[in-house]
């Protein structure tokens, strides 16, 4: 037996709890003292205050947890609830970070005020990619990321299994307004035989062109505050865009902090 005190302890909860608990009839002292009114504990009793709390920080409600106590609900029941209720939360956590990431973009563009980082004005070729396409809702962050990283990643595994194909440069990605929505493309350049099996993938040609780049060192989430200071570049200069932007990814090692990725604007005077 337990003394209030220590079943706390060991229960990692307060002793004012318990005397809640008790006082609500959801865990009640396998002992009281007639004398003293001192509580005692067994350690079994441990696992049901174990499984009131997990209940408890599932979001249900006191008088809930009663009733699924009183229902017996089964170790397993309570394992996939949490296991449910863990995804809920490291999902709400990813959502957070992205939106933190997005304000710091925006703190960023603030910051830079009317700083241009160095634009370098490029011919770049025409270009044979094999691409996936997509739709999303929006330019914004939060519409362009779940439609164009399972894309890319999509891409990463059909590519090997596309025996016409041979990939002759880096994973590059263009975004294009297609009425109230933007099409997503991600492809890699790739020099493809007239026949032969491409695994689904399209064979898409980008013209050559000019085009005002700027290089974005960081996480690709975070690419906002360049790409606005490129736009301030082209409207500076005397430029208008022309054609979809692109983005060229340099390099993405495993720590998404320190890609390179090049930002590719086609321009006309």
């Known amino acids: 037996m337990f003394a209030i005190g220590d079943f706390a302890r060991h229960g990692r909860v307060s002793v004012r709890m ?12 396998a002992h ?8 005692s504990y067994e350690a079994a009793q441990l696992a049901e205050l174990n499984r009131l709390v997990a209940l408890k920080d599932l979001g249900f409600t006191l008088e809930q947890v009663r009733t699924m106590l009183a229902d017996e609900v089964s170790l397993v029941e309570v394992r996939a609830m949490l296991t449910l209720r863990r995804a809920e939360l490291e999902s709400e956590v990813a959502e957070g970070a992205a939106r933190l990431a997005q304000v710091e973009s925006r703190l960023r563009s603030i910051e830079l005020g009317d ?8 011919d770049l070729p025409a270009t044979r990619l094999v691409a996936l396409s997509s739709t999303a809702a929006s330019f914004t962050p939060e519409d362009i990321g779940p ?3 399972p894309l890319c990643a999509e891409l990463g595994r059909r590519l090997p299994e596309a ?8 994973l590059t990605c263009w975004y294009a307004a297609a009425g109230d929505e933007v099409l997503v493309h991600a ?12 695994n689904g993938l399209l064979v898409v040609d980008l013209a050559a062109t000019r085009a005002a780049t700027i290089v974005h060192r960081g996480r690709i989430d975070a690419v906002l505050p360049t790409w606005q200071a490129l736009a301030r570049w082209i409207d500076d200069n005397g430029h ?4 979809p932007a692109r983005e060229l990814y340099l390099d993405c090692p495993d720590d998404p902090s320190l890609w390179v990725t090049e ?4 321009i006309r005077p």
Do not use: F, M, W
């Not at 003292?33 to 001192?38: K, P, Q, R």
């Not at 208008?240 to 054609?243: A, K, L, N, V």
């Not at 930002?263 to 086609?266: F, G, I, S, V």
């Open 263 to 266: 930002l590719q604007e086609p």
């Open 240 to 243: 208008r865009s022309s054609g």
């Open 187 to 198: 492809g890699v350049p790739a020099a493809v035989e007239a026949e032969g099996e491409l």
């Open 18 to 29: 318990l005397r809640h608990y008790d006082a609500i009839g959801l865990l009640r002292p």
């Open 115 to 122: 700083e241009v980082p160095a634009v370098v004005l490029k």
């Open 163 to 170: 025996t016409a194909v041979k990939p002759t440069g880096r």
């Open 147 to 149: 439609v164009v990283n």
């Open 32 to 39: 009281v003292d007639e004398a003293t009114g001192y509580r």
